[in-house]
Structures are given as structure tokens and as C-alpha cells.
């Protein structure tokens, strides 16, 4: 069985190192180019490209995998596995292998497609997720189910690291148990409800952005989603038009048991001297964050250093 693997991030490295020791073990690995990382710039390999080398797999790296479409045709795969890629295939490699090309998603499809599937289930506080493998199609995360599986122990607690460690480990392990069945013609893909469908977007730095018009539910599951990138921030207005930016690295929700609100934005100080944030419904607790230039703090150290930065207006 010779089999293509193509990823690029995290999510597609894990599920190559599972694959990499079973009967599955891809005779190939497509990704992307090294990109400039971090505030250092430096060249970064993509960790797809890590584990290929770490496990003697031969790799091919490209901006565009449209240009290798000659190569792969010569190679003439049996399957080709996608996760994690950023790139779209084009129907010319989606035809070539005769066991199709598979696509494994971090969400129970057709809810979340697109590239930001983890974080979108954390924002918007779905009850389940899971993960789905898919038939590539010419349409983004659009192919019918060949496999779909519930994540069995999932807290509307995770953050964005915890939760996509999970999915990552039910993939591998789905696909490993949906390869043997799906070679041998036993799986009938069911097309996927286009009216259930709902779409992430890719998520840029300045999405991290806080408003504090939105409830301390809703920013804190924000927190939980973006960690660690592209990171949650706000303003603090330091001196007249004078802004540093300051990151929330981990919050809670704390409800206020008086009615009584204060201005939206404002900064107290609320039990266990920790700094409370007035939102639209509630208040944002933060428990940890970082100034900018700065390290990362407990709020009760930030607040002794800082003692000024009680009763402003968040920005």
C-alpha cells in the first residue's frame, strides 16, 4: 500500500507519528515550506517536516502543491492522507491515487469547516465535538463522512492546547481503525447536511483583540480559544493617549452578587485580590497576563507593581 501523507501543522504531526509506526506508514511526506517565526525571525521547518526527518520519512516541501502534480502521478499512490495542510488540492491530485484522498478534521463535520475548527468549538461553548474523516472533494471540508467519532471526555473547560491534544489523539486512532475497512471497500461515505454546515475563518493577530462590550463568558472562552496564538489583549492607557498592551493569558468568570454595575471596561479589584473587569454581563477575572515588554504575571504581583492600574478604563 503505498500511501502519501500531506500536513503541515501540529494536528497532522501527531496523527504522522502514529501512522509512522503501523502498517500504514506513508512511503512519502508533503509540506509546506519553512516560514519566519516568532519575534526573532527565524526560519521555522513546519513540524510535519519535524517528524518526517525524525523518522527517516522522505519528504517533499512547496508553496503550491498544484506544481507537483506531475511527480505524484509518476509516483502513482494508492491513498493520499491530508491533515492540517493549508493548502487546497486540486482535482488533478485528488483523482490520482484509487483509494481517493483522505482529509482528517478536527470537528464533527459538516460543523466547523474551515481552518480553525478547535478554537470555533471553544468560542462558541458546543456541548460535544469530535473528529471526522472525509473524502477530498474540489469543496473545502465539504467531501462526504467516510468516519465520524465524539469526543468521549470533553469539558467545556479546555483551552485551545489541551482540547486539540485530545483530537489529535482520536484521529490517529480513528484512522487507524477506518484504513483497513475503507482499502478494502467497505465503508459507504454518507454526504454530509449542507444546511447544518457552519465555517471557521482563519484567525489573524488583531482577532485577539478584547471588546469589553461582549459578556465575561464570552471573552473568557476567547482566552481559552486563542491560547497560545494569536493570544487575547487589551489596552491600558498608562498615561494621557499613552497605550500598553496588555495579554490575559488565564481568566475566569466572576458574577457580581449585588446589582450594581460599574463603567464597561473598568478595572476593581475583587476577591482574593485579583483584578476584575466590568463586561457588558458579569465580570472578566484575571488570573495571570503579561504587559508587553514584560513577563507573564499572577494578577496579585501585577497589582503590587501596579497599583495604579485599579479604576481605569480598559481600551
Partial sequence: MKIIFVGTGE????????????????????????????????LTPPPVKIVAKKLNIPFWQTEKIKNLT???????????LVASFGQILPKEILEIPKHGCLNIHPSLLPRWRGP?????TILNGDEKTGVTIIKMTEKIDAGPIVAQKELSFYTKKEDYLTLHQKLS???????????PKWIKGEILPRPQDEKKATYSKLLKKEDGKINWQNTAEQIERKVRAFNPWPGVFTFWEILKNTFVRIKVLKARVYKFPLEKSYPIGKVLVVPQNEIGVQCKKDFLVIEKLQMEGKKETFAEDFLRGHPDFIGTILK
Fill in 11 to 42: 494536528f497532522g504531526a501527531k496523527i504522522l507519528e502514529k501512522l509512522a509506526f503501523s502498517q500504514f506508514k506513508p512511503f512519502l511526506v508533503i509540506t509546506n515550506v519553512d516560514k519566519v517565526a516568532g519575534r526573532k525571525k527565524i
Fill in 70 to 80: 506531475f511527480e505524484i502521478k509518476k509516483l502513482k499512490p494508492d491513498l493520499i
Fill in 116 to 120: 480553525s475548527p478547535i478554537q470555533y
Fill in 169 to 179: 489523539i482520536l484521529s490517529a486512532n480513528l484512522l487507524l481503525e477506518t484504513l
